[in-house]
């Protein structure tokens, strides 16, 4: 294999330059660990377990509590001169405060009480669907996080390998033009060619170290970035290592991306489910134990009381047949918007398909240019070592060499680009 058409694939081998070699895996992996979607998850999980162990004890188990009150309504007696002050009446027909029938002095209370659900086991089966759906919902947003991380860093991957292979490209012409200098330094010295034509080639020389420059700072710039997604917080120089995507097959079963659309409906349905739990029975059975009395306390009026109690809503303005038709409506988007993302994704991965068709015809023909421009390199070089041709026309090819390397090496990560963004949607 020649020298340029070695060079012009050098990119696809790697160079340790720095002291770490990194790669996709890495930092796929680093973008994972760091995301808060993932992590926000994770914990969603938990408190979804939280909130059915919650709900349950609340169907399931007794309600304790201690109670106690104390209500004094004193009066103002009449019934005789000069006129008392009395906390609990005995019996006063003149007088000024509350009806004695109605508070007798006052009210004493100090119990324990106990309130117990007896229906509330038939209720707990629509939570814990909901519960169960809302954990899968949480993995699947966790699924999709992921594959979307892969797509983004394999994104910012390949602009850093693009800038990585430039980086190369560039060095290799710069090589080119040094070995030239050195040989038209002595056709100058020896007269054949002046020293104009030497000057002018120094010039391309400079433009060419002043290019590599912005590559490397087009590298660099473009490994914060893929750093800042990773949320990597180091200065540590690394290089990354060289990769190549390939097309995943079609997937025949369901996309992972229309689970989302699933699970949304699914929980539609279980939050209707329990919004009907409302209009069912409910049964109680409670319990108190302690002081209760009214008018003077004394020690006679411990005692306790149990009881149940019962109730059922048949009416509330019709709003249990409007959430049902909010859930209905609710449905109909989710379907919608399910129906428009699945002819979005055909649409995509069609356009992907064609455009790496167009391109797998243009490599075809630029690889056959470059081939044509190494042969022609190699004349050039001869006839400039014997002065048969003008530095002008050599800095010419040089110029149309190089872009033509360029306009390789963009093709090659273009496809690498369609290539990343067809497996994203092919999920």
Same mark, same amino acid.
């Given at each position: 294999?020649?020298?340029? /058409?070695?060079?012009?694939?050098?990119?696809?081998?790697p160079?340790?330059?720095f002291?770490?070699?990194?790669?996709?895996?890495?930092?796929?992996?680093?973008?994972?660990?760091?995301?808060?979607?993932?992590?926000?998850?994770?914990?969603?999980?938990?408190?979804v %377990?939280?909130?059915?162990?919650?709900?349950?004890?609340?169907?399931?188990?007794?309600?304790?509590?201690?109670?106690?009150?104390l209500?004094?309504?004193?009066?103002?007696? @009449?019934?005789a001169?000069?006129?008392?002050?009395?906390?609990a009446?005995?019996?006063?027909?003149?007088?000024?405060?509350?009806?004695?029938?109605?508070?007798?002095?006052?009210?004493?209370? =100090?119990y324990?009480?106990v %309130?117990?659900?007896?229906?509330?086991?038939?209720?707990?089966?629509?939570?814990?669907?909901k519960?169960?759906?809302? @954990?899968?919902?949480n993995?699947?947003?966790?699924?999709?996080?992921?594959?979307e991380l892969?797509?983004?860093?394999? #994104?910012?991957?390949? *602009?850093?390998?693009k800038?990585?292979?430039?980086i190369?490209?560039?060095?290799?012409?710069?090589? !080119?033009?040094?070995?030239?200098?050195?040989?038209?330094?002595?056709?100058?010295?020896?007269?054949?060619?002046k020293?104009?034509?030497?000057? *002018?080639?120094?010039?391309?020389? &400079?433009?060419?170290?002043?290019?590599?420059?912005?590559?490397?700072?087009?590298?660099?710039a473009?490994?914060?970035?893929?750093n800042?997604?990773?949320?990597?917080?180091?200065?540590t120089?690394?290089?990354?290592?060289?990769?190549?995507l390939? *097309?995943?097959?079609? $997937?025949?079963?369901?996309?992972q991306?229309? $689970?989302? #659309?699933? *699970?949304?409906?699914?929980?539609?349905?279980?939050?209707? $489910?329990?919004?009907e739990?409302?209009y069912?029975?409910?049964?109680? =059975?409670?319990?108190?134990?302690?002081?209760?009395?009214?008018?003077?306390?004394?020690?006679d009026h411990f005692g306790?009381?149990?009881?149940?109690?019962?109730?059922?809503?048949?009416?509330d303005g +019709? &709003? @249990?047949?409007?959430? @049902?038709?909010?859930?209905?409506? +609710?449905? &109909? $988007?989710q379907?919608?918007?399910?129906?428009?993302?699945?002819t979005?994704?055909?649409?995509?991965?069609?356009?992907?398909?064609?455009?790496?068709?167009?391109?797998?015809?243009?490599?075809m023909? /630029?690889?056959?240019?470059?081939?044509? #421009?190494?042969?022609?390199?190699?004349?050039?070089?001869?006839? !400039? =070592?014997?002065?048969?041709?003008?530095?002008?026309?050599?800095?010419?090819? /040089?110029?149309? /060499?190089?872009?033509?390397?360029?306009?390789?090496?963009?093709q090659?990560?273009e496809?690498?680009?369609?290539?990343?963004?067809?497996? #994203?949607w092919n999920?």
């Open positions: 294999m020649s020298k340029l /058409l070695l060079s012009i694939i050098l990119y696809l081998t160079i340790s330059i002291s770490q070699q990194r790669d996709l895996k890495f930092f796929i992996e680093q973008a994972k660990k760091s995301s808060p979607t993932i992590q926000k998850n994770k914990n969603d999980n938990k408190i %377990k939280l909130d059915l162990l919650q709900t349950e004890q609340v169907l399931k188990c007794p309600i304790l509590s201690l109670e106690s009150g209500l004094f309504a004193p009066i103002i007696s @009449r019934d001169y000069p006129y008392t002050f009395d906390v009446s005995d019996g006063s027909s003149n007088y000024t405060g509350y009806d004695l029938g109605l508070t007798n002095g006052g009210q004493y209370q =100090a324990l009480s %309130k117990q659900p007896l229906l509330g086991k038939m209720n707990l089966k629509p939570y814990t669907q519960a169960d759906i809302s @954990r899968k919902q993995e699947n947003s966790t699924s999709l996080t992921v594959h892969e797509q983004l860093v394999s #994104y910012q991957y390949i *602009l850093c390998l800038s990585k292979a430039q190369k490209n560039g060095k290799t012409i710069l090589q !080119l033009v040094d070995e030239q200098l050195s040989i038209m330094h002595k056709l100058v010295d020896n007269a054949v060619y020293q104009s034509d030497l000057m *002018l080639l120094e010039i391309e020389k &400079q433009n060419k170290v002043l290019e590599n420059k912005s590559f490397d700072g087009e590298y660099k473009n490994l914060y970035g893929l800042l997604l990773c949320g990597i917080n180091e200065s120089e690394f290089d990354i290592q060289e990769t190549v390939t *097309l995943k097959p079609e $997937t025949t079963t369901t996309s991306f229309l $689970t989302s #659309y699933k *699970l949304d409906s699914l929980g539609i349905v279980a939050d209707q $489910t329990i919004s739990l409302k069912k029975p409910q049964l109680n =059975a409670f319990a108190n134990a302690g002081y209760n009395a009214t008018g003077i306390p004394t020690l306790f009381c149990v009881g149940m109690n019962f109730s059922w809503t048949l009416y +019709n &709003q @249990r047949k409007l959430e @049902r038709e909010k859930s209905y409506v +609710n449905l &109909q $988007t379907q919608f918007e399910k129906e428009h993302f699945i979005q994704k055909e649409i995509n991965l069609n356009k992907i398909k064609d455009q790496l068709k167009a391109l797998t015809e243009r490599a023909i /630029l690889e056959n240019q470059l081939s044509q #421009y190494e042969k022609l390199y190699k004349v050039f070089e001869n006839e !400039l =070592a014997h002065g048969l041709v003008s530095v002008m026309d050599f800095k010419n090819l /040089l110029k149309d /060499l190089t872009a033509k390397r360029q306009e390789f090496l963009l090659t990560m496809k690498q680009l369609l290539v990343n963004s067809y497996n #994203y999920y």
